[in-house]
C-alpha cells in the first residue's frame, strides 16, 4: 500500500502555524516551582525559583499566590520578588519585557499590573513609574507615580542607515 505522506505534512505544517498564531492569553498556564503550599481553600502559594509561562509569555518571581476564590476562570495571580520579571513575544515580533517588586496577573481581563519601582520597555522604548498596568490583548498602557516619583519615558530615536 503506497501512502501518499505530503498531504499528511502539509496538514501537520497548517495545523501547527494555527497553534503558533493562537494568542498567549488563550493558551494553557504551567508553573513551576521549587515549593508548593496550600494556605487555605482555593489559595495556593509557590516558592523559590518561581517560572510561569503562558506561549510567550514568561514571568519569573521569588513567590506566588493564586487566588481562586471568586471562581474558575476569575483566579488572580500575585507575584513578588526582587524583582519580578516579565518577558513576552508579541504577535508582531516584538519583545515586551518589565520588572518590578510586585506583579499582580488577571487572566480574566488580561491585565498585568506591576507594583514597586515598575519598568516596561518594547520597541526600544522605557517606562518606569510606581505602577504600570499593561493589558495584553489590546497592548495598551497606562502609568502612575506616588508623590516622590514621577513617571519617566525613555524614547529610543531609530537609526538611520546612511548610504
Do not use: H, W
Amino acid at each position: 500500500m503506497k501512502i501518499n505522506i505530503i498531504p499528511a505534512v502539509a496538514l501537520l505544517l497548517c495545523s501547527l502555524s494555527v497553534q503558533a498564531n493562537q494568542p498567549d492569553y488563550t493558551q494553557q498556564i504551567q508553573i513551576d516551582a521549587d515549593n508548593l503550599s496550600s494556605v487555605k481553600e482555593n489559595v495556593l502559594t509557590y516558592r523559590n525559583n518561581v517560572v510561569v509561562t503562558q506561549g510567550s509569555l514568561q514571568l519569573k518571581a521569588d513567590q506566588l499566590e493564586i487566588n481562586a476564590t471568586a471562581g474558575k476562570g476569575n483566579e488572580v495571580y500575585i507575584a513578588t520578588g526582587n524583582p519580578v520579571t516579565y518577558s513576552q513575544l508579541l504577535a508582531d515580533g516584538q519583545q515586551v519585557t518589565a520588572q518590578a517588586k510586585e506583579m499582580r496577573y488577571e487572566p480574566s481581563n488580561r491585565t498585568l499590573t506591576f507594583s514597586g519601582e515598575a519598568e516596561l520597555a518594547q520597541s526600544g522604548s522605557v517606562v518606569k513609574a510606581s505602577t504600570i498596568r499593561y493589558n495584553v490583548e489590546k497592548q495598551e498602557l497606562s502609568a502612575e507615580s506616588n508623590e516622590s516619583k514621577r513617571v519617566t519615558t525613555i524614547f529610543t530615536p531609530e537609526e538611520k542607515n546612511n548610504p
